[in-house]
């Protein structure tokens, strides 16, 4: 299975910025399609963002267009999500996954997710 570790999620204020890791542990990201995904409390998981291992970019949702960004360090084993102008609606806890595609959307393995919590 494709082990996937998430950090630096934690306590921001609404504007703020925070940039989530997703490394990977036992395998090698660069051929994989890693995709970013959030569930709020009480909400539905969200798919966000996912880059294919050529760096193809595809958005699943319009909420986050223009403030998060999603980028890879295959050196570094690792695929970001950078969050900015944050806003409270954004506390969730988020996740990366390896895709099988983005285009398809089916998840092949989940990380366990880091929480972003946006308050004043």
């Known amino acids: 299975q494709l082990q996937l570790v998430e950090s630096g999620g934690g306590l921001v204020q609404p504007g703020g910025s925070l940039r989530l890791s997703c490394a990977a542990s036992?395998?090698?990201?660069?051929?994989?399609?890693i995709g970013w995904f959030r569930q709020a409390p009480g909400k539905e998981r969200e798919g966000l963002l996912c880059?294919?291992?050529?760096?193809?970019?595809?958005n699943y949702t319009d909420s986050v267009k223009g403030r998060f960004t999603i980028s890879r360090d295959n050196a570094k084993n690792t695929v970001y999500l950078q969050l900015s102008s944050l806003k409270p609606e954004d506390t969730a806890a988020y996740y990366c996954?390896?895709?099988?595609?983005?285009?398809?959307?089916?998840?092949?393995?989940w990380g366990k997710g880091t929480l972003v919590t946006v308050s004043s």
């Open positions: 880059i294919s291992g050529s760096g193809s970019l595809t």
């Open positions: 036992g395998f090698t990201l660069d051929y994989h399609s």
């Open positions: 996954a390896a895709m099988y595609s983005c285009h398809s959307k089916r998840v092949n393995s």
